[in-house]
């Protein structure tokens, strides 16, 4: 479906695409923040520290522990996975917050369109 725009561009102004990059990134910020929530749930769930979770990374890898079943580290796991995927795409945002001046106009690819959220 993309293809048939691939060759499109879009100019945009730099405020423009800062706003939406705040926005984006307070939307990274609030789903981190409740996979850190959920992380917090399952240790204290299964009586985990974070000492002891550090402690014991090889059970990240799909494995039981005594602490905790092999479902559960799986999906502590991914929650871990997703909330440092968030927080690398957060930075990412705010070198562009950062560092695009607010009159400049850019011309954006349909995917960078898309990823913008326009």
């Known amino acids: 479906m993309y293809n048939e725009f691939e060759n499109l561009s879009f ?11 705040k926005a984006l990134q307070k ?12 992380i917090d ?3 204290k769930e299964h009586n985990i520290t974070a000492e ?5 990374l090889d059970s990240l890898r ?17 929650l871990a996975t997703d909330v440092d995927g968030l927080d690398k ?9 950062r560092n695009l001046k607010p009159e400049q106009e850019f011309d954006l690819s349909f995917g960078e369109l898309d990823y913008f959220k326009f």
Do not use: F, W, Y
């Open 11 to 21: 100019t945009k102004k730099g405020h423009d695409i800062v706003d939406r990059a």
């Open 27 to 38: 939307e990274n910020r609030e789903k981190a923040l409740k996979k850190r929530s959920q």
């Open 41 to 43: 749930e399952l240790c």
């Open 52 to 56: 002891k979770l550090l402690g014991n």
């Open 62 to 78: 799909g494995h039981s522990s005594a602490d905790m079943p092999s479902a559960e580290m799986q999906k502590l796991q991914k």
């Open 89 to 97: 795409e957060s930075a990412k945002l705010t070198l562009i917050i």
